[in-house]
């Protein structure tokens, strides 16, 4: 009965309409109803408790990172690195795209900010250079969603905070299966563009190359910078974030002075209002962790998984689906948030390692970015492409394919993420 009401509840306000961080206030009150422990007081208490946390404050500084990026040049000059790297080849733009990706991913961790730099760049050059525009908005869309795997990522700020699990482990190992998926991707856009009859660009010179290198260095500099620190412990997750929106800040003013006073002013406020929901989003969502919690729900959860308890891989496999559903309905944020109290306490009396799983559950949630209906990322293509979203959803199908195949062969074997990280964290 608790399960269906936390359930109903939150279904229910989304399905009125109800924004999601005051449905999972709605939520809440409606279990501290069900189990006669409403008080305001703790329900105000636990929405102060819920963005009171120092971890957290790495999410404003990489939204600002990742805004200063795109504003600051620093986008423009890594997609000109990868035009003069691979732009030659056959479906060329289409591996700038990814490689492109790639680079910025280790810059913002925002997948949002990350497509949005990308499909107004590299969108209009690929339809002009006769790719189908949906195939190429798919393309773009499935390359953005690398950017909440390879660290930076607040995507595991928010997991780790919420399963307080170690961010700076998770951190390092998201980095292969990052590369994996740009893999993935972009073996798939070579089954693709094989059948267009496209003329690549002209192949850059040596010359060319190297400057678009030296132009591109302040900013692939960056998450050297943030890694090492990470690896080596010179400043925490959260104190990496302040670095890199300092560093791209100064990257930006001074050494590109692509940013004036206006510029900055816009870019903070941007900044500020992504922020602001998120928070919100974490505050409210404390309140139903804490009922989760004192309902014992995870409890409910362990009886109902019992039948996999027995063999890891089975029991991954039924989250990942299950997470998989709620992706096609819900954004990250709020899936990380709600999920992440219920599934955590059944994956640890599975003796399943919590870092492993925060990567593939994020990954997941990466994933849902571009499976619709709402598919937020898909949504950033389709406006700033001014396509439709039917057309784009069409497009981004073989590459989500993709990413899911290398999703489910991490749950097969566990060691392609967990040895890597292992010897990246010694």
Known sequence: MTVFIFLGSLLGAMALGIPIAYSLLVCGVALMWHLDLFDAQILAQNV???????????????MLAGEIMNVGGLSRRIVKLAMTLVGHVRGGLGYVAILAAVMM??????AVADTAALAALLLPMMAAAGHDKARAGGLIASAGIIAPIIPPSIGFVIFGVAA??????????????????????AITWWWCARRENVTPPPKASSAE???ALRDSTWALVLPVIVLVGLKFGVFTPTEAAVVAAVYALFVSTVIY??????????????AAKTTAVIMFLVAAAMVSAWLITVADIPSQMISLLQPFMDSPTLLLVAIMLLVMAVGTA???T?????????????VKAAGIDPVYF??????????GLITPPVGTVLNVVAGVGKMKMDAVTRGVIPFMIAQFTVMFLLVAFPSIVTVPARWLAS
């Open 334 to 346: 709020p899936t990380i948030l709600i999920m992440t109290p219920v599934l955590m306490p059944v």
């Open 257 to 270: 002075g692509e940013m004036g006073w206006k510029e900055t002013r816009e870019v903070f406020v941007a």
């Open 330 to 332: 819900m954004d990250m």
């Open 358 to 367: 925060g990567v593939l559950f994020i990954m997941n949630n990466a994933i």
């Open 105 to 110: 991913a280790a810059l913002s961790g925002s």
């Open 209 to 211: 190359r190297l400057q």
């Open 48 to 62: 102060i408790n819920g963005a009171d946390s120092f971890p957290l404050l790495a999410v404003p500084f990489f």
């Open 164 to 185: 307080n699990v170690s961010i700076g482990k998770l951190f390092l190992a998201g980095i292969v299966p990052g590369l994996l998926m740009g893999l993935a991707i």
